[in-house]
């Protein structure tokens, strides 16, 4: 670009400041320090913590351990999520319980061989402690997900400093109401990365994570497209993995790659050195695109983004038109409709340079881009839980 048309230094150094100052204001909503702890886990295992209006479970442990944790401090919840889980399915599938019971058992047994054993003996140890019986708590974790949603990562030119901003939007059935069985997980399994989801109570997989490495992860289900192919890993406990093992994009990828997958998903992943991709992958297939990468049938994809949505074309022209200015306080404004569909349940923006995470969760009546948003810094959550946890 001409030096002519660039602003002057003194006005990029405002908008830095401005920048600076929308992020503390965002962060201040609900930030760390207001972290309040509810309950603790008997064995030692757990926290079951509020930061402001929001719940936040923080397990440790072995499998066993964080699922015992998980059931005793949300035990009510659990049992709310699991009967709207059942109502939400049969409703959409015209199911009656034997029958719901019936479809999950099939998942079960083909995904079974693709799935690590630790993600079933944390499952089991969940439903034991919350009262539920281990079919049922099966049920709740590995039901086939539809998610019609929207993720997209940024980075140098597009955003403010050169930020990596990594933004998912969930768009599923407000009706349910699975938002009010929402929380804040924090995952610090033995031995493997400490991770957390913007997840529900009683499920232990992920659409919408990042890890202590920032590594952060989105998902975008492709409707009834795949559906069946479930001779694979289930794509809630794929992610989970990923956030488990892998510490950057490439390390992402090879587990993708390697792993037997269901259905068609799409994904967007980035981590703190600006890596990022978006796929879409089928149980046969791998559609991987770079930052910038343009693909037929596929509206413009800006320089250093990547991006999948339900509305594509809505989201390209919203990060054109704010290219080069994005921070957290404009790209919670470009998550809104038509971005964000009527029935968006959740949305989240990750900063995985600093671990941030600003979040808002669907109301009663309304849809999360319309919610306020709160803050967390998984860094601040890890310490905030070893420093409770010690004698």
């Given at each position: 670009?001409?030096?002519?048309?660039?602003?002057?230094?003194?006005?990029?150094?405002?908008?830095?400041?401005?920048?600076?100052?929308?992020?503390?204001?965002?962060?201040?909503?609900?930030?760390?320090?207001?972290?309040?702890?509810?309950?603790?886990?008997?064995?030692?295992?757990?926290?079951?913590?509020?930061?402001?209006?929001?719940?936040?479970?923080?397990?440790?442990?072995?499998?066993?351990?964080?699922?015992?944790?998980?059931?005793?401090?949300?035990?009510?919840?659990?049992?709310?999520?699991?009967?709207?889980?059942?109502?939400?399915?049969?409703?959409?599938?015209?199911?009656?319980?034997?029958?719901?019971?019936?479809?999950?058992?099939?998942?079960?047994?083909?995904?079974?061989?693709?799935?690590?054993?630790?993600?079933?003996a944390e499952c089991d140890a969940l439903s034991k402690a919350a009262g539920l019986t281990k079919a049922d708590?099966?049920?709740?974790?590995?039901?086939?997900?539809?998610?019609?949603?929207?993720?997209?990562?940024?980075?140098?030119?597009?955003?403010?400093?050169?930020?990596?901003?990594?933004?998912?939007?969930?768009?599923?059935?407000?009706?349910?109401?699975?938002?009010?069985?929402?929380?804040?997980?924090?995952?610090?399994?033995?031995?493997?990365?400490?991770?957390?989801?913007?997840?529900?109570?009683?499920?232990?997989?992920?659409?919408?994570?990042?890890?202590?490495?920032?590594?952060?992860?989105?998902?975008?289900?492709?409707?009834?497209?795949?559906?069946?192919?479930?001779?694979?890993?289930?794509?809630?406990?794929?992610?989970?993995?990923?956030?488990?093992?892998?510490?950057?994009?490439?390390?992402?990828?090879?587990?993708?790659?390697?792993?037997?997958?269901?259905?068609?998903?799409?994904?967007?992943?980035?981590?703190?050195?600006?890596?990022?991709?978006?796929?879409?992958?089928?149980?046969?297939?791998?559609?991987?695109?770079?930052?910038?990468?343009?693909?037929?049938?596929?509206?413009?994809?800006?320089?250093?983004?990547?991006?999948?949505?339900?509305?594509?074309?809505?989201?390209?022209?919203?990060?054109?038109?704010?290219?080069?200015?994005?921070?957290?306080?404009?790209?919670?404004?470009?998550?809104?409709?038509?971005?964000?569909?009527?029935?968006?349940?959740?949305?989240?923006?990750?900063?995985?340079?600093?671990?941030?995470?600003?979040?808002?969760?669907?109301?009663?009546?309304?849809?999360?881009?319309?919610?306020?948003?709160?803050?967390?810094?998984?860094?601040?959550?890890?310490?905030?839980?070893?420093?409770?946890?010690?004698?």
């Amino acid at each position: 670009m001409n030096s002519l048309c660039q602003p002057p230094a003194y006005w990029r150094l405002f908008c830095w400041a401005a920048a600076v100052i929308g992020l503390c204001a965002t962060a201040l909503a609900a930030g760390p320090n207001d972290l309040k702890i509810v309950a603790r886990d008997p064995a030692g295992h757990g926290l079951l913590c509020r930061c402001g209006p929001k719940t936040i479970l923080m397990v440790s442990g072995t499998p066993e351990q964080m699922g015992a944790a998980h059931g005793t401090l949300l035990r009510q919840q659990v049992h709310q999520m699991y009967q709207r889980v059942q109502t939400s399915i049969r409703k959409d599938a015209h199911l009656d319980a034997a029958g719901l019971l019936k479809l999950t058992a099939q998942i079960q047994r083909r995904v079974g061989p693709y799935t690590p054993k630790r993600f079933f003996a944390e499952c089991d140890a969940l439903s034991k402690a919350a009262g539920l019986t281990k079919a049922d708590g099966r049920c709740l974790n590995f039901f086939t997900e539809q998610f019609h949603c929207s993720g997209v990562a940024l980075r140098g030119k597009a955003t403010i400093g050169g930020q990596v901003l990594h933004a998912r939007v969930l768009d599923f059935t407000t009706d349910a109401g699975f938002q009010k069985s929402a929380c804040v997980q924090v995952f610090m399994p033995k031995g493997r990365n400490a991770w957390m989801s913007l997840g529900y109570a009683g499920m232990i997989g992920t659409v919408t994570a990042m890890n202590e490495k920032g590594l952060a992860i989105g998902e975008k289900g492709n409707g009834d497209a795949g559906e069946g192919d479930w001779d694979g890993m289930s794509m809630t406990l794929l992610l989970r993995d990923i956030m488990e093992r892998a510490s950057s994009v490439d390390e992402a990828m090879q587990i993708l790659t390697n792993t037997p997958r269901t259905c068609d998903f799409c994904y967007v992943v980035s981590d703190k050195t600006g890596a990022m991709r978006a796929m879409r992958l089928t149980a046969k297939k791998m559609i991987v695109l770079k930052p910038g990468q343009q693909h037929a049938g596929w509206p413009h994809v800006p320089a250093d983004t990547v991006l999948i949505s339900m509305h594509p074309q809505e989201l390209s022209k919203a990060l054109q038109k704010a290219y080069g200015k994005i921070d957290v306080p404009r790209l919670i404004q470009i998550l809104k409709r038509p971005v964000a569909s009527d029935s968006n349940l959740h949305d989240a923006i990750f900063a995985p340079q600093t671990l941030d995470m600003w979040f808002a969760d669907a109301g009663n009546n309304t849809c999360a881009c319309d919610e306020p948003y709160a803050h967390v810094n998984l860094k601040q959550l890890i310490d905030s839980y070893r420093s409770a946890a010690k004698p």
